[in-house]
């Protein structure tokens, strides 16, 4: 074929070639841009599935939260929080300033959960503490007032049970700890134990979080004994623990195993399952303060205490100032720093 034969069908062929690589480039960049955003389309939560803001695991410190709203803002709720209130809501206010807190309690009413979730509900407070979830009545209460609930668990917590230092019992059952509350066993000799009468304290019912998950999970929703002796605080209860030898009391695990005055115990589904809510060995309360019995986080983690659950940041979700103080103290306690300074209170990581 002569050169001048050749010529057309090189430019034919070269312009076919510009053609497919143009085409192909053109195909990519749109598969590309369709791509991201298909990644960009998260799940949205359902109403009965709160969650924590997408934004809350990538923050390292208190400094890179972002949009945090400026002014002082009121909370309050489970005082089983009260160790998270001392040691990581100081450290936020300190590291920054502009985000300011005020706990509020209701004037007659004692502090808890249900008192936290029920002020919030009623405008009182920018978001509450609790150490259970929500029950339907208050999401439905909420509803009605025109705006939803958001619970996000922030921690893991237990409830550990004490007697006094100078009893020789080891461990319970959960239901030997359920027939002590109800009044089917009243003396330490009926549990393995020596022969003293039982002493059970408790906080007064419907008085919080942690006493509605003992209720629930320990008694089953029955009734305490006539035995059971109610006492306003876990601080009140715990002095009442320690000059009662035969004195029985549960609380926030946090409250209860670095105590020096009282004695916690191992707790189990069977006899053969008891798991201490403290690190073993013991330290011996001798010993104490200079050196205090730490948390079991390993078995609170694994489910393998029996009596575990999460503490939650309750959150209205109105797009007003509330939300948005909510929201950015969840992402605080949800930080990298915060979840530190949770273990450091003596409760669980969540992550």
Not at 217 to 224: E, I, M, R, S, T
Not at 258 to 277: D, F, H, M, S, Y
């Amino acid at each position: 074929m002569s050169q001048k034969n050749e010529t057309p069908l090189l430019i034919v062929a070269l312009l076919i070639t510009v053609g497919l690589v143009g085409g192909a480039i053109w195909w990519f960049m749109r598969s590309g841009i369709n791509l991201t955003a298909t990644n960009n389309n998260r799940p949205t939560p359902t109403n009965n599935q709160p969650e924590a803001p997408l934004n809350a695991s990538s923050d390292r410190d208190f400094a890179s939260v972002q949009k945090v709203p400026s002014g002082l803002f009121n909370y309050g709720g489970s005082t089983s929080w009260a160790p998270i209130r001392l040691r990581v809501d100081s450290a936020i206010q300190a590291a920054r300033p502009e985000f300011r807190l005020r706990y509020v309690t209701s004037t007659g009413v004692a502090p808890g959960s249900s008192t936290g979730i029920k002020m919030l509900i009623d405008g009182k407070l920018d978001f509450a503490q609790s150490s259970r979830s929500l029950r339907d009545e208050e999401l439905s209460s909420a509803q009605q007032r025109g705006f939803k609930l958001q619970q996000t668990p922030i921690a893991i917590d237990g409830l550990a049970v004490a007697v006094n230092p100078s009893l020789n019992i080891s461990g319970l059952t959960i239901d030997q700890l359920r027939s002590i509350y109800t009044g089917k066993v009243t003396n330490w000799q009926q549990v393995g134990g020596p022969n003293v009468a039982i002493q059970p304290y408790s906080r007064p019912a419907n008085d919080g979080g942690t006493v509605e998950l003992f209720v629930q999970d320990v008694l089953g929703n029955q009734k305490f004994a006539a035995n059971v002796q109610f006492v306003a605080t876990t601080t009140q209860a715990l002095q009442k623990l320690a000059s009662s030898p035969g004195g029985i009391y549960y609380a926030s695990a946090p409250e209860v195993v670095p105590q020096c005055t009282i004695k916690p115990i191992a707790l189990g589904r069977k006899a053969n399952e008891l798991v201490p809510p403290f690190q073993e060995p013991f330290v011996p309360l001798s010993q104490c303060p200079s050196q205090r019995n730490q948390l079991n986080t390993e078995a609170f983690q694994s489910g393998a205490y029996p009596i575990t659950r999460n503490l939650f940041a309750i959150i209205k979700q109105n797009g007003q100032t509330e939300q948005l103080a909510g929201d950015a103290y969840v992402n605080f306690l949800l930080s990298n720093q915060g979840q530190e300074l949770i273990s450091q209170s003596g409760f669980v990581r969540i992550r």
